[in-house]
């Protein structure tokens, strides 16, 4: 018993989690669970936010150890607040996205961690960018990611279709969510979701009890 709790604070704390982005006609929605686990072994915490703002309408999802993932974010923040400056203008999702792969290229020997990038420019409008273990960076219209997202690629497939309304995408979102935390034990909590649009970013939390529901738990 001693051991394995030895073992669980070597592991640190995991997001375990189910994040997902995706784009619809106009904007992008990219959202997470709340659940953190220790280890893999228990839940350290339900109320974790994963969805993190960047810039004014960038923000990015995080997945793998929580340390190291706040850790590249932080520095991220860092690099576009400056990239701003010198450019006297908002950054470029690209821009997000560029800064991640090359933080998680240059210390992918100690990194843990994987980022979804998804925002709003003048320039190509709404994007989706998957930044993985070792700083591999591609672009996709929708990605999912997290130990719950095993479960979900199936009805990711089936029912994402491009140009769908800013509702019907929210459903999708919403939807997929649900179906992931009710089948992996280290995806849970409430939903956090971020509509990203010209006009600017709205944060939308659909609390655990009012998630669709799709099967007998």
Same mark, same amino acid.
């Given at each position: 018993?001693?051991?394995?709790?030895?073992?669980?604070? &070597?592991?640190g704390?995991?997001? %375990?989690?189910?994040?997902l982005?995706?784009?619809?006609?106009?904007?992008?929605?990219?959202c997470? =669970?709340?659940?953190?686990?220790m280890g893999?072994? $228990?839940?350290?915490?339900?109320?974790i936010?994963?969805v993190?703002?960047?810039?004014?309408?960038?923000? &990015? &999802?995080?997945?793998?150890?929580?340390? =190291? /993932?706040?850790?590249?974010?932080? /520095?991220?923040?860092?690099?576009?607040?400056?990239h701003?400056i010198?450019?006297?203008g908002? +950054?470029?999702?690209i821009a997000a996205?560029?800064?991640?792969?090359?933080?998680?290229?240059?210390n992918?020997?100690?990194?843990?961690?994987?980022?979804?990038?998804? @925002?709003?420019?003048?320039?190509?409008?709404p994007?989706?960018?998957v930044v993985?273990? @070792?700083?591999?960076?591609?672009?996709?219209?929708?990605?999912?990611?997290?130990s719950?997202s095993? $479960?979900? $690629? %199936?009805y990711?497939? /089936?029912k994402?279709r +491009?140009?769908m309304?800013?509702e019907? &995408?929210?459903?999708?979102a919403?939807n997929?969510? /649900?179906?992931a935390?009710?089948?992996?034990?280290?995806?849970g909590?409430?939903?956090?979701?971020?509509v990203?649009t010209?006009s600017g970013a709205?944060?939308?939390?659909? +609390?655990g009890?009012k998630? +669709?529901?799709?099967?007998?738990?």
């Amino acid at each position: 018993m001693e051991k394995r709790g030895m073992d669980a604070q &070597c592991k640190g704390v995991s997001t %375990g989690t189910t994040i997902l982005a995706a784009t619809f006609d106009g904007g992008v929605v990219i959202c997470s =669970d709340s659940r953190a686990s220790m280890g893999g072994e $228990y839940v350290s915490s339900k109320t974790i936010n994963k969805v993190v703002q960047v810039h004014d309408r960038i923000f &990015c &999802c995080m997945a793998g150890s929580l340390a =190291d /993932a706040q850790a590249v974010l932080k /520095a991220a923040k860092f690099h576009l607040s400056f990239h701003s400056i010198q450019m006297e203008g908002s +950054p470029q999702v690209i821009a997000a996205a560029s800064v991640l792969k090359e933080l998680c290229y240059k210390n992918k020997d100690e990194l843990q961690a994987g980022f979804i990038t998804a @925002g709003w420019d003048d320039k190509k409008g709404p994007q989706i960018y998957v930044v993985s273990l @070792g700083g591999m960076l591609i672009s996709q219209t929708v990605t999912i990611g997290g130990s719950g997202s095993t $479960y979900i $690629y %199936g009805y990711v497939d /089936a029912k994402y279709r +491009p140009n769908m309304t800013r509702e019907e &995408c929210l459903q999708f979102a919403t939807n997929a969510l /649900a179906l992931a935390m009710g089948r992996d034990n280290v995806s849970g909590g409430v939903a956090h979701l971020v509509v990203i649009t010209k006009s600017g970013a709205e944060h939308v939390v659909v +609390p655990g009890d009012k998630l +669709p529901k799709f099967h007998n738990e």
